[in-house]
């Protein structure tokens, strides 16, 4: 089992910037691919960003390339995942979710159904 735990939501003016983590406890390793999804109200969940087991590849979604930065780092016992979100607009208002992958092939995947454990999500909300 891998537990997943966010962190760093909150509340931003558009133009401002967060920084969310995942820290990732319980059967670690550097196994898994990793990825950001959020969701807002009455909409599906949405894939944000992807990296690789080792964080050599990245993945991002159209409407965050060049604003988010994902990243993570694989200690011996812990992995943690970074997202770096810089000017932060309203529409990025959601619950920020992290999820973990088994398998290789589905690293950077866009489908929610592809990873097999997800965090309980951190709130970022973005005023205009």
């Known amino acids: 089992q891998v537990q997943l735990v966010e962190s760093g939501g909150g509340l931003v003016q558009a133009g401002g910037s967060l920084r969310l983590s995942c820290a990732a406890s319980?059967?670690?390793?550097?196994?898994?691919?990793l990825a950001w999804f959020r969701q807002a109200p009455g909409k599906e969940r949405e894939f944000v960003a992807g990296?690789?087991?080792?964080?050599?590849?990245?993945?991002?979604a159209d409407s965050v390339k060049g604003r988010f930065t994902i990243s993570r780092d694989n200690a011996k016992n812990t992995i943690t995942m970074y997202l770096q979100m810089n000017d932060l607009q309203p529409e990025d208002t959601a619950v920020y979710y992290c999820?973990?992958?088994?398998?290789?092939?589905?690293?950077?995947?866009?489908?929610?159904?592809?990873?097999?454990?997800w965090g309980q999500g951190t709130q970022v909300t973005v005023s205009s």
């Open positions: 319980g059967r670690t390793s550097s196994n898994y691919a």
């Open positions: 999820a973990a992958a088994f398998s290789a092939l589905y690293s950077g995947s866009y489908r929610p159904n592809d990873y097999n454990y």
């Open positions: 990296i690789s087991r080792a964080g050599g590849r990245t993945y991002y």
